[in-house]
Nanobody, 123 residues
Framework: QVQLVESGGGLVQAGGSLRLSCAAS????????MGWFRQAPGKERERVAA????????YYVDSVKGRFTISRDNAKNTVYLQMNSLKPEDTAVYTC????????????????WGQGTQVTVSS
């Protein structure tokens, strides 16, 4: 069973940057797609970014394209989300997610979740 622990959230002014990290344990990290989701108060959870097990494929929701970058370090069992040019509308709880099937081609299917980390962007 995989365990996911996020870090790096906090309070930042609009235009600033944050880097989120998600450390995974419990299984072979390099075999699974990873993703970042977020949920703002009163809104549904949305998939922000995802990266394939090989790191050759990525996905970004339109609202973060050009500002956020997802990456992974398989040697450290960690996935990152670099967030630049942050906007107040990026304020949310950000949660790391892992796919349940190894070597999946689907960047939308996730079944394991971390506890989340709060990101607050002030205007």
């Amino acid at each position: 069973q995989v365990q996911l622990v996020e870090s790096g959230g906090g309070l930042v002014q609009a235009g600033g940057s944050l880097r989120l990290s998600c450390a995974a344990s419990g299984r072979t990290f390099s075999m699974y797609n990873m993703g970042w989701f977020r949920q703002a108060p009163g809104k549904e959870r949305e998939r922000v970014a995802a990266i394939s097990w090989s790191a050759q494929s990525t996905y970004y929701v339109d609202s973060v394209k050009g500002r956020f970058t997802i990456s992974r370090d398989n040697a450290k069992n960690t996935v990152y989300l670099q967030m630049n040019s942050l906007k107040p509308e990026d304020t949310a709880v950000y949660t790391c997610a892992a796919a349940m099937r190894p070597y999946s081609l689907d960047l939308s299917g996730f079944g394991a979740w971390g506890q989340g980390t709060q990101v607050t962007v002030s205007s």
